[in-house]
Structure formats: structure tokens, C-alpha cells
């Protein structure tokens, strides 16, 4: 996309903290007004974010997608210039290596999950939990910097290989074991 895009995709759950992205994009759209923010998915939190993204004076530039299809999420990943997750805990950042795989760097919490789903530095940015500044800064720089955020999406595509499902599934199975 022409326009710098930021991409939220997953469940809209209290857990995945997405306030925090919300937060982040309005310190974001004070430096940089062409923003968007895509928010991608569903889930009870929905109209409280709605709510949040009206307070914070930045709903011009938010969209809630609602619950998407495999192939629209592909495209979503596709025309993303980031994907943020915000999230407290994930038992693993799917969505990181989904973006990944679409060539987009991630910018998530420090926690677990995500931690084991992202290289810091190499296929995206980790930040600590629930810091708005934090993602707002690690955002600017990608969004900002597009030497540094085509070599993070080469360097995405080429983590994201390393997983696989047959991969993931002979680990999952030699735990069990």
C-alpha cells in the first residue's frame, strides 16, 4: 500500500490489549497524519476499542474490518506496512509468523509467545508490555525508515520459513513423547 498501513489481526479479547495499539496510533498520527490503522477481527472488546478510538479524536483513521477471510488476510498482511500485537500473553504469535511470511515485520509485546514467534531486530521489533510510547517509537522507526523496513521484510519471509507446520508438529510431538 501507498499509504502507511498498520495491521492489527486476531480476536478482539481484553487480553490482547489493543488499547495499547490505540493508544500507540494516536501518539503515531501526531508525527505522521496518513497513518491507518487496520483492525482486523472480532470479539467482545469491539465496542468499548470503538469507543476508546472516539476518545482519543483518531477514528477518521482506525477501521475495524471485523472477522476477515483466509484470502482477505493474506492481503491485509500483504498491503501492511507493520502488524502490531500489543498483546499480554500468547500461547504462540501465529499472527507474527503469518505476517512474517507476507513479507511484513512485527512490532509485539516482549512476552511469552511472542518472544519465541519474532527475532528482535531481524523479523520485527519486540517492546515491552503495555507501553504505548514504546510501540508508538519502534512503529515511527519502520514506518519511517524504508532501507531499514525492506531488509526486516526479506529477513521476515526468510524467519518464517524456518517454521512450518511439519516442523511444529514433530516438536509439539517429541514434547509429548
Not at 118 to 139: C, Q, R, W
Request: net charge positive; glycine share 6%; charged share 20%.
Amino acid at each position: 500500500s501507498i499509504v502507511p498501513t498498520i495491521l492489527f489481526v486476531g480476536r478482539l479479547k481484553q487480553y490482547k490489549s489493543i488499547q495499547v495499539l490505540l493508544h500507540a496510533a494516536q501518539l503515531i498520527l501526531k508525527e505522521m497524519k496518513e497513518v491507518q490503522l487496520i483492525i482486523a477481527g472480532d470479539g467482545e472488546e469491539k465496542k468499548r476499542l470503538m469507543n476508546i478510538t472516539k476518545n482519543l479524536g483518531i477514528a477518521g483513521s482506525v477501521t475495524f474490518s471485523g472477522k476477515v477471510s483466509e484470502k482477505k488476510k493474506i492481503e491485509l498482511y500483504q498491503q501492511a506496512w507493520i502488524v502490531v500485537n500489543p498483546s499480554v500473553k500468547e500461547g504462540w504469535g501465529i499472527t507474527s509468523l503469518e505476517a512474517n511470511a507476507c513479507g511484513t515485520p512485527v512490532i509485539a509485546s516482549n512476552v511469552s509467545g511472542l518472544c519465541d514467534s519474532i527475532k528482535d531486530t531481524y523479523s520485527g521489533i519486540l517492546v515491552p508490555y503495555g507501553k504505548p510510547e514504546a510501540f508508538a517509537k519502534a512503529s515511527l522507526t519502520l514506518l519511517r525508515d524504508s532501507t531499514l523496513r525492506d531488509k526486516m521484510s526479506l529477513n521476515a519471509v526468510e524467519w518464517a520459513k524456518k517454521f512450518s507446520w511439519e516442523k511444529t508438529a514433530a516438536s509439539f510431538v517429541s514434547m509429548l513423547q
